[in-house]
Structures are given as C-alpha cells and as structure tokens.
C-alpha cells in the first residue's frame, strides 16, 4: 500500500512540474498582442520618465514636438561625456512647474549644466499652464507606478491571445513606436498625412481664444528664468520645432507668435537662438518628426549645441569634443 502510494505522490508530482513547464513554454513562446504590448510599453515609458530617469548634464524641454523630435542618444554621440534627457511631454508648456521640474533634474556637479527649450506657439499659452500628462504622471499612486514598471508583464503573461486579432491590429495601425528611456519616442509612420494633427489644431487656433494666443506673461516668465538660468552659469539654448512653413504662418498669424521679438529677448537675457528651417524637415502629420527626421535634426542640433559649448564653456569638461561631419 505505501508502494502504490509513493508511487502516486511521485506521479503526482512528476505530471505537476509537468503541466508548470508547459505553461511558461506557452507563455514565453506565445505571440503578445501588439495593442497590450504598446499598452504596457507605453505606460511604463511615461512612468519611468518621470520617477525613474536619473540627473543629467543636459535636458531639453517643450511639448510633444520635443518628445517625438529630439533624440537624447544622438546628441550624445557628439557630447559623449553629457548625459541628456528628453523631458518633453504632451500639453506641456514652458512655465515655472516645467521649470523647476527640469532644475530638479540637473546634475550639481556639472561645471556647465545645459538647458534647450523648444519654444513652439502652444509652449506659450495659457492652455499649456496645465502640464496635463507630467502632473498626472507625477501625482500618480506609488501602486500604480509599480504595476506600469514591474507588473505588466506578468499579468499579460497569462492573456489569451487572438491570432486575428494581432493581424488586424498590425494592418490598420497608423504608425509604430519604439520607446527610450531618455524619454524620446522614435515614430515609424506607415503613411504620412501632414494634415493630421492641423485638422484639428488649426479649428482651435483659428477661435483665437485667450486660451490658445501666445500670452505675454508667459513669454516674461520664460524671459526672466532664461536671466537667472545664464546668472547661474547655465547655457540656455532654444529654438522653433519644426513644422510645415505654412503651419507657422498660422501660428503666427492667429496665436500671436512673433519669433523674432523672443528670439530678441531671449537673447539679451543671455540666451542662444538657434534658427531652423522648416522647408528641411519632414513631419509625419503636420507637427512632429518622424523617428528618421528626428534623429537627422537631433544630429543637426548637436553640431550647434557643441559649437555654442565651445563658444562658452572653453575650460569645460564637455567642450572638450570631435567636430562630426553629419
């Protein structure tokens, strides 16, 4: 009788470690559904943008023409001892939460810590004063922030997968995004609609609202901390995203934007204004690069921003670097 039950037990054991192995092979080797896959990726990009990126020498601030548009690993491929961070996020604009957000960020031992500021038309209104997705990331439960790190994959481990449900979700996308921890989001688009995101866009600048005109105070707020920033020592560097010409004569047109008083003051602040030609760059719907077009202005951006470091910091560190041909 203990023969027969010894013999069950181990049986019993032998087809349970059985069953345990069969599903992690089926598990590990199972097609993952593009849609959860982006979910999670897209999720955990965000959190660990906001609560897990660690301080750095550079960092270049603005809206999602930043976050789709400035490649942090290219830059540093030509300031190889510079640690940049894109802390661009969607409705974020170029006022004192973003500001000292950013402060926060920089790293104190740095002889010559380096501020970038994409200063686009919607960085300047009153609408952006919300800072939408970086306060609702940054205010998001510590439960939360550890499911979007760590849990995810697990939970999705054990979702049924629908085969046609992945292929159809592949067809129809619009685009595909690969997600970097220095907050950058390299966008392959499948087709290219430079009137996408100015449908929409455009009807809420043309209403010419209080909410979506440049305001002033906030031009003065970015003018004075550009002031204190150089005071300090830092290089404080901006431009204009890229976008269509035509979108900009809009923008100026009906939100106010006058790039060439800012740029003025902005300067005499003791900033560098780097100027860009829209007709160069290609976005994919009216008002970010794609990931190709990002990484070429990334590179574009890096020979100005090393050429401004060499102007300014000669005895530093980072100015210390090889001239790229692009």
Same mark, same amino acid.
């Given at each position: 009788?203990?023969?027969?039950?010894?013999?069950?037990?181990?049986?019993?054991?032998?087809?349970?470690?059985?069953?345990?192995?069969?599903?992690?092979?089926?598990?590990?080797?199972?097609?993952?559904?593009?849609?959860?896959?982006?979910?999670?990726?897209?999720?955990?990009?965000?959190?660990?943008?906001?609560?897990?990126?660690?301080?750095?020498?550079?960092?270049?601030?603005?809206?999602?023409?930043?976050?789709?548009?400035?490649?942090?690993?290219?830059?540093?491929?030509?300031?190889?001892?510079?640690?940049?961070?894109?802390?661009?996020?969607?409705?974020?604009?170029?006022?004192?939460?973003?500001?000292?957000?950013?402060?926060?960020?920089?790293?104190?031992?740095?002889l010559c810590p380096i501020i970038v500021?994409?200063?686009?038309?919607?960085?300047?209104?009153?609408?952006?004063?919300?800072?939408?997705?970086?306060?609702?990331?940054?205010?998001?439960?510590?439960?939360?922030?550890?499911?979007? =790190?760590?849990?995810?994959? =697990?939970?999705?481990?054990?979702?049924?997968?629908?085969?046609?449900?992945?292929?159809?979700?592949?067809?129809?996308?619009?685009?595909?995004?690969?997600?970097?921890?220095?907050?950058?989001?390299?966008?392959?688009?499948?087709?290219?609609?430079?009137?996408r995101a100015m449908k929409q866009y455009?009807?809420?600048?043309?209403?010419?609202?209080?909410?979506?005109?440049?305001?002033?105070?906030?031009?003065?707020? =970015?003018?004075?901390?550009?002031?204190?920033?150089?005071?300090?020592?830092?290089?404080?560097?901006?431009?204009?995203?890229?976008?269509?010409?035509?979108?900009?004569?809009?923008?100026?047109?009906?939100?106010?934007?006058?790039?060439?008083?800012?740029?003025?003051?902005?300067?005499?602040?003791?900033?560098?204004?780097?100027?860009?030609?829209?007709?160069?760059?290609?976005t994919h719907d009216g008002t970010h690069?794609?990931?190709?077009?990002?990484?070429?202005?990334?590179?574009?951006?890096?020979?100005?921003?090393?050429?401004?470091?060499?102007?300014?910091?000669?005895?530093?560190?980072?100015?210390?670097?090889?001239?790229?041909?692009?």
């Amino acid at each position: 009788m203990k023969i027969k039950l010894t013999f069950f037990r181990e049986r019993t054991f032998f087809l349970f470690f059985l069953a345990v192995i069969t599903v992690l092979i089926i598990g590990w080797i199972k097609p993952v559904s593009p849609e959860v896959m982006h979910k999670w990726k897209q999720e955990r990009h965000w959190t660990y943008k906001v609560h897990k990126t660690g301080n750095c020498d550079m960092i270049i601030l603005g809206n999602s023409q930043i976050r789709e548009g400035v490649s942090p690993e290219e830059i540093e491929r030509y300031l190889p001892e510079c640690k940049v961070v894109n802390w661009g996020f969607s409705k974020s604009g170029l006022n004192p939460v973003m500001f000292d957000a950013a402060e926060k960020k920089l790293t104190k031992q740095n002889l010559c810590p380096i501020i970038v500021m994409g200063v686009s038309a919607s960085t300047l209104t009153r609408s952006s004063l919300g800072n939408r997705q970086y306060l609702q990331e940054l205010n998001r439960p510590w439960d939360e922030r550890v499911k979007r =790190l760590y849990l995810t994959p =697990l939970i999705s481990f054990f979702q049924p997968v629908f085969l046609f449900s992945i292929s159809g979700d592949m067809q129809n996308a619009y685009s595909t995004v690969k997600y970097y921890d220095s907050g950058f989001i390299y966008t392959i688009v499948n087709n290219f609609d430079e009137y996408r995101a100015m449908k929409q866009y455009g009807k809420q600048i043309k209403k010419r609202s209080e909410k979506t005109i440049c305001s002033e105070k906030i031009i003065d707020s =970015l003018i004075q901390r550009t002031k204190i920033w150089t005071e300090k020592g830092y290089t404080v560097i901006a431009y204009r995203p890229p976008m269509p010409r035509k979108w900009w004569k809009l923008e100026d047109k009906y939100m106010g934007y006058n790039e060439k008083a800012i740029r003025s003051r902005f300067e005499k602040a003791g900033g560098f204004w780097i100027n860009v030609n829209p007709d160069e760059w290609k976005t994919h719907d009216g008002t970010h690069l794609c990931g190709k077009e990002a990484v070429r202005f990334s590179r574009r951006l890096a020979l100005h921003i090393v050429r401004i470091i060499d102007t300014k910091c000669e005895k530093a560190a980072i100015a210390k670097v090889r001239y790229k041909n692009f």
